[in-house]
């Protein structure tokens, strides 16, 4: 079974960089037909979809973010890494990593991970 | 703001039908496929409809999709008290280059 797990720093300070990591067990990242995500929701406010990334490191960045997000993947570590620059209060969320089969909708989530923008 | 614009609550009591609009444009819903994705507080989105109208192993078949046009449904029937939840729609946004989500809509079993 596919397991998905969110870690990283869980304060960051405003104007430094945000890095989150999704390392995923029961499963290889290294398949063409699935696409993996990241997904946040600030409190008291709906899911916003940051980006998805290929295990050949295709990339697609919501545009809203896109000067600022990076996405790579770790195929010896079956891992997806998330980095979001010059964070503000407004980054203040929940973020999730979430795999997609192509052309269809996340249908396997890791749990969340809270990060907080504050000095 | 999104571009998929969902009404903000919706409510029925036991047993009923509840019917929740996704209203997007030519470029998202109008030219890709539908997800829908269950939200429970303090807990990961559930995709509960995927491509307009499948649902996916373990989804109830109370749940139902359907898409007309540059619009999209779900209906939950049936209703019960642990289907209170926000209920997203989603689809790939050409103009955008993105997925987009709707703005969700919370459902209130009375």
């Known amino acids: 079974q596919l397991h998905l797990q969110e870690s990283g720093p869980r304060l960051v300070k405003p104007s430094e960089t945000l890095s989150l990591t999704c390392s995923v067990s029961?499963?290889?990242?290294?398949?063409?037909?699935?696409?993996w995500g990241w997904i946040r929701q600030a409190p008291g406010k709906g899911l916003e979809w940051i980006g998805s990334?290929?295990?050949?490191?295709?990339?697609h960045y919501s545009p809203s973010l896109k000067s600022r997000v990076t996405m790579s993947v770790d195929t010896s570590k079956n891992q997806i890494s998330l980095t979001l620059n010059s964070v503000t209060a407004a980054d203040t969320a929940v973020y999730y990593c979430?795999?997609?089969?192509?052309?269809?909708?996340?249908?396997?989530w890791g749990q969340g991970t809270t990060v907080t923008v504050s000095s | 703001q999104s571009v998929l614009t969902q009404p903000p609550s919706a409510s029925g009591t036991p047993g009923q039908r509840v019917t929740i609009s996704c209203s997007g444009s030519?470029?998202?819903?109008?030219?890709?496929?539908v997800n829908w994705y269950q939200k429970l507080p303090g807990t990961a989105p559930k995709l509960l409809i995927d491509?307009?109208?499948q649902r996916p192993s373990g989804v109830p078949d109370r749940f139902s999709g359907s898409k007309s046009g540059t619009s999209a449904s779900l209906a939950i029937s049936g209703l019960q008290s642990d289907d209170e939840a926000d209920y997203y729609c989603?689809?790939?946004?050409?103009?955008?280059?993105?997925?987009?989500f709707g703005t969700g809509t919370k459902v209130t079993v009375l």
């Open positions: 979430a795999r997609g089969f192509a052309g269809s909708g996340m249908d396997v």
């Open positions: 029961g499963g290889s990242i290294s398949t063409s037909t699935y696409y």
């Open positions: 990334i290929y295990y050949s490191g295709s990339t």
């Open positions: 030519s470029s998202n819903i109008g030219r890709n496929t």
């Open positions: 491509s307009n109208d």
């Open positions: 989603a689809a790939w946004d050409g103009s955008l280059n993105g997925y987009v």
